[in-house]
């Protein structure tokens, strides 16, 4: 990595918008997002426009609040995540994408991570009647596709910023690790990072495993109760949930979370009262799934954290053109 993840703070506007390093970035991610629909349509997706507000939002998103919005009077929330929309929207095609704002009003200490924005971008997708294992493909094939043309596409970006090529080169060629959260837990603590087998891997252990390899990674298998109602646990090993994150090399952590989506009307209200969620608040969503939402899997791809990783940026403000850090005023 370029610097460490104590990141200063981004500069004022101006400053921002004319550096060099913002502008190679935000061409970069050009690329990333232009790769990312060669890809996918290639692939058969369809691509659909985001909604930016509900009655509800994701629940499970990490310690992070959400925005409230008075809508004609009703409350409705800002979009921290749009998997339960990801899901609906598989009554129309079977298979889609967004490329989707997100808001979350991460916690205080995640300001200086390098790694945490309020206001970012995923490139959502998801598939019907698919496995963990289909999208754990899917998302190796489109990081391998964006990557490659990206190469090509900003090679005089990526030149300018220091970042050597070659660095991706086991990433093109070889396939990706795919470790048990339960292996990640036990590497971690071999490297004496006192990680909790019953959360996720936190944010330093992210950067700590990321460090130890040259490719991304897999980590599948996280235990029920580490994630949200929408995750789907396993038929097979009760605890177990059917989902995943993607992790890069070289110490920049977390890409992309996903796997398979829990659908059934039943096993919803189960998950959510396990998670402490009021099945009332999730009416339209619930509504739906009594009468019928398609078994899925999908996955959610930061664009920031993708173009710091291709850029070798310091942080992801860095690939923002008006970064939002949380607990700090911005434009």
């Not at 698919?130 to 493909?137: G, N, Y």
């Not at 059917?242 to 059934?264: K, M, P, Q, V, W």
Request: aromatic share 8%.
């Amino acid at each position: 990595m370029t610097g460490t993840a104590d990141a200063a703070l981004p500069p004022g506007t101006r400053e921002h918008l004319t550096s060099p390093v913002t502008q190679a970035a935000l061409r970069i991610q050009n690329s990333i997002t232009a790769g990312t629909r060669e890809y996918l349509g290639m692939n058969g997706f369809v691509e659909l426009q985001p909604p930016l507000i509900g009655p509800v939002t994701d629940p499970g998103c990490r310690g992070a609040k959400q925005v409230d919005v008075d809508y004609y009077g009703h409350k409705y929330k800002m979009m921290t995540s749009v998997i339960l929309y990801k899901q609906a929207s598989l009554l129309a095609f079977d298979k889609i994408f967004y490329v989707a704002p997100n808001v979350r009003l991460e916690p205080l200490e995640t300001s200086t991570t390098g790694r945490h924005l309020v206001e970012f971008t995923q490139i959502d997708v998801e598939v019907a009647r698919a496995s963990r294992e289909d999208v754990l493909d899917l998302a190796q094939g489109l990081l391998r596709h964006v990557v490659a043309y990206t190469l090509r596409e900003s090679k005089m970006d990526l030149a300018a910023l220091g970042r050597d090529q070659d660095a991706f080169t086991p990433l093109l060629e070889e396939d990706f690790e795919r470790m048990t959260h339960r292996e990640a837990v036990s590497r971690l603590r071999g490297l004496l990072h006192g990680q909790s087998a019953d959360a996720e891997i936190d944010w330093q252990g992210e950067r700590i495993i990321s460090e130890q390899t040259n490719r991304p990674f897999f980590i599948v298998d996280y235990p029920k109760g580490s994630r949200g109602f929408t995750d789907g646990e396993s038929s097979t090993e009760p605890g177990v949930l059917r989902n995943f994150d993607l992790i890069a090399a070289d110490g920049y952590g977390e890409l992309c979370s996903g796997g398979e989506r829990t659908h059934e009307y039943r096993r919803l209200i189960e998950r959510m009262r396990e998670t402490g969620e009021n099945p009332a608040k999730y009416r339209w969503y619930l509504d739906l799934a009594r009468e019928g939402l398609p078994p899925s899997a999908g996955f959610g791809m930061g664009l920031e954290r993708v173009t710091r990783y291709l850029a070798g940026l310091d942080a992801v403000w860095q690939a923002n053109a008006y970064p939002k850090l949380p607990g700090i005023a911005a434009p």
